[in-house]
C-alpha cells in the first residue's frame, strides 16, 4: 500500500509519448487477440464475420476508493432482492407503470408492454403456475459523488438496470487487459497504486452464466435450449457470445441465438403446456436431426427500446414468448421495474421500506437507509405537490419562472430530466431543460423524471483510444479529463413461492467517458470500456 494518501489530481500519471505508444501498441493487440472485439461498421451484418474491431477502451486503469468499491458490492444483494419484490408487486407496478394509472399513460412504450402484461395477467391463474419463475440479470450504475458534505467523495446510482444489462463478458477483458499491462510493463512505475493487490478480480462471464445456468435448471429439462432474443445486426455480439460459450463450456447449455422477426415465425407454444418451441432447421440442432427446440430460459438482449418493435407483430411475439413456460430474463414486469420512474418513486418517503425490511438484516448487509443514500434526489415532473423540502422545488421553479431567469439558470444546471429509455442518448441537461419543458405538453410530463446531477472529481483524466478503424492510419490515443462510471452486476432467480435465489456481485464494469460528454454508452460511442485500480484516501 501506498505510504500517502490518493489525490485525484495526480491522475493520470504522466507517460511518454514513447511509453503511451508502446502500452497502446500492446492493448490494442491484446485485446484484439481477446475477443473484446465488436464486428466492424456496416448496413447489415454478413451471418458468417470475417474481420472485428476492437472496443473503445483505456490505456490505465481508473481510481476508484477500495471503500465505496467494496460498498457497492455489498449494496448489489440488496438492489436483487429489491428489484426481484417490486416486479413481483402487480398493485405496485400497475400503480407506477400502468397505463390507467401511472407512465403508461403518457408513454407509448411502457403503456404497451403493461397492456400486453395485463392482458396475460386477465387470463387467470394457470399462467402463474405454469411458470411463476422470473430471471433479472441486473447491473446498478454509480458514479463518484463530491458533492456532499465536508468534501467527502460518495457512491451515487446512476440507474438500475434490468433488461440487457450488457458489457459483462466484455469488462472482464478489459480488467485482464490493464492487469497484462502491468505485469508486462509495471506501467513504468510512474504510480504506486498501479500494483496487482489494487486489481480486483473480475469474473463477470462467468457469473452472468451461472444466472442464466440456475434458471435452465430449475426449468428442468436439461436438453432444452436457452434463448438469446437479439437484435438484428448487432455489432456487440462477442459480450454476448462469450456468455454462451460459458454456457456450453461450464454448463453443457446450447443456446440459440434469433431476433423477433425470425421467432415471429419460427416460435410456437403448446396450447395446453405453454412449452415453448422453436422451428429451426435440423443442422442448427445439436443433434443435426431436430426440428425444433424446446426453449428453457429467453434472454433478452433485445426489446427494451420502442425501434426493436417496428410492428405490431413484434409486440405480439414479445407476448407469446412472456405467455410461454420458458423462464424470462427479465420477465415484462421486471423490466418495467427497472423504469426510471420506478427508481424515483421509490425514493419517496416510506416507499423503499415497504420493500426491504428490518427483518431482512438476517439475510442482507445493506438495508433500507443504506440505499437509500446511494440515491440523489429525484422528482416527478407532473407532482404538484413534490414530496420534498422547499428549497428543493427546482423543476417547480424550472417551469415556473420566465425562461432565461438567473434562478431558474442556476437550477437546472443542477439536474437531469430522464424518460423511461434504456439504451442512451435520451436525457436533458441543464440549461437545455428550461427551453425543453416550455415544449413539453403537460399530458406528457408523466413520462420524465428529474434528477439531480451527481458531480464526479474534477481534474481526473485518461489515456483514451478510440473504437479500431475509427482512425484512419491506426489507433491515437488520446489524454482526456474524464469521468468513470461504476457498474455492478447481479442476478436473482424468484418467485412469489419460492423468494429470491440471488447472487450479488457478479463481476463488475467501469466505463469513462470524456468531461465534455454528459451521457456514458459505449455502444452509443460516448465512452470507452476500462477497469478499476483500487486507492486509499
Ligand atoms: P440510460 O438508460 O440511457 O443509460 P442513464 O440514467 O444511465 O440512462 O443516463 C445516461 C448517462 O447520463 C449516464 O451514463 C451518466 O453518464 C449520465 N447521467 C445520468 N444521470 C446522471 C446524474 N444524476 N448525474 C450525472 N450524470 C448522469
Ligand atoms: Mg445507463
Redesign the pocket.
Known sequence: MASTAFDYSQWPPSLTDDQIGALTQHATTYVLSHGLTYLPPSATQPPSPSSVIHAPISLLPSPIPRSLFERAQQLQSSYNILYARVAMDDDFLDKVMGAVEGVGKADEFVGTLWRGWKAIRDEGIVQARLQPLHLGLFRS?Y?LHTGGEDGTISLKQ??FNTISSSFGPLSERAAAMHRYLYALTNYYGVLPWLKSENFPLNDTTARLAEGLAEAHKAYGVPGAYVLFVVQPNERNVFDQRWLEYELLEKHFICVVRQTFEELASSATLDADTRILRLAIAPALSLSGSESSLEISTVYFRAGYVPSDYPTTTHYATRFTLERSRAIKCPTIPLQLAGG?KVQEFLSRPGVVEQFIRDTDARDIVTGAKDLRETW?SMWSLDDPNPPVAPADHAIQQCTDEPRGTTYARALADSL?L?PQ???????VYKQDIPPFLETLPMQDREAWIA????LPPQGVGSYLIRAGGSTPGGNKTVRSETVS?LGIFGWALFSCETGVRERGDAGWLVRT?GVES????VAAGFSVLDSVVLVDR
Not at 429509455?421 to 436525457?427: A, L, V
Not at 434528477?451 to 451527481?454: D, K, R, V
Open positions: 450504475d458514479l446512476v440507474e426510471k440523489m437531469v430522464k429509455r434504456e439504451g442512451g442518448g435520451n436525457n434528477m439531480q446531477l451527481i462510471e467517458k454528459n451521457e456514458g454508452g
